[in-house]
């Protein structure tokens, strides 16, 4: 049964960083792109980052762009999202997804139940 589980969120002040981790089991890894949304309370799903799966193409939202850096272990079946720079807004329940190519967020066939990241002081 595929499965993606997300760990690495947290408190943090703005300024800040965190990593956040989604390691896939079930599937075979290295076949599928993995992204990134998020969802604030009261707001729609936002996508953030994706890695295809010969990771030798990335994709970042414009808010992100510059602060966020998305990269993939294949050998440890693990996704990784490094969050610097965090502002208020980045504050979120953070997703990690897995289909064959990068998609919008509500078309990802499976996703992980999610991890917060709060950024405040």
């Known amino acids: 049964q595929l499965q993606l589980v997300e760990s690495g969120g947290g408190l943090v002040q703005p300024g800040g960083s965190l990593r956040l981790s989604c390691t896939a089991s079930?599937?075979?890894?290295?076949?599928?792109?993995i992204g990134w949304f998020r969802q604030a309370p009261g707001k729609g799903r936002e996508g953030v980052s994706c890695i295809n799966s010969n990771d030798d193409g990335t994709w970042y939202a414009d808010s992100v762009k510059g602060r966020f850096t998305i990269s993939r272990d294949n050998a440890k079946n693990t996704v990784y999202l490094q969050m610097d720079s965090l502002k208020s807004e980045d504050t979120a329940v953070y997703y990690c997804?897995?289909?064959?190519?990068?998609?919008?967020?509500?078309?990802?066939?499976?996703r992980g139940q999610g991890t917060q990241v709060t950024v405040s002081s």
């Open positions: 079930g599937f075979t890894f290295n076949y599928y792109a």
């Open positions: 997804a897995a289909d064959w190519v990068c998609m919008v967020p509500d078309e990802y066939r499976y």
